[in-house]
Nanobody, 117 residues
Framework: QVQLVESGGGLVQPGGSLRLSCAAS????????MAWYRQAPGDQRSLVAG???????YYASSVKDRFTISRDLAKKTLYLQMNSLKPEDTAVYYC???????????WGQGTQVTVSS
């Protein structure tokens, strides 16, 4: 059974940085498509950044040049380095996996990021 566990959220001042982690288990990971989404109160869940199963990386325009997605295949962990954080980045951040070949979709439980002075 695939499990995704996020960590690294918290309270940070505007302009600050955080690094989110998503530890995966129960999958091959190396060929799975991975992504970060976020959901603010009253909003729909939206894409932040992702890595395709071919290794291509993409970002939402609102975070490009501030956020960096990466993965450690040996640790089966997905990361999101968030710099120059803004109050509008405040949301619950979720890790998503789409498994290679079977296209099953899995979500983590989410981690809260709050950007406030």
């Amino acid at each position: 059974q695939v499990q995704l566990v996020e960590s690294g959220g918290g309270l940070v001042q505007p302009g600050g940085s955080l690094r989110l982690s998503c530890a995966a288990s129960g999958s091959t990971f190396s060929r799975d498509a991975m992504a970060w989404y976020r959901q603010a109160p009253g909003d729909q869940r939206s894409l932040v950044a992702g890595i395709t199963n071919g290794g291509n990386i993409y970002y939402a325009s609102s975070v490009k040049d501030r956020f960096t997605i990466s993965r450690d295949l040996a640790k089966k962990t997905l990361y999101l380095q968030m710099n120059s954080l803004k109050p509008e980045d405040t949301a619950v951040y979720y890790c998503k996996m789409v498994t290679w070949m079977t296209n099953n979709v899995y979500w983590g439980q989410g981690t809260q990021v709050t950007v406030s002075s």
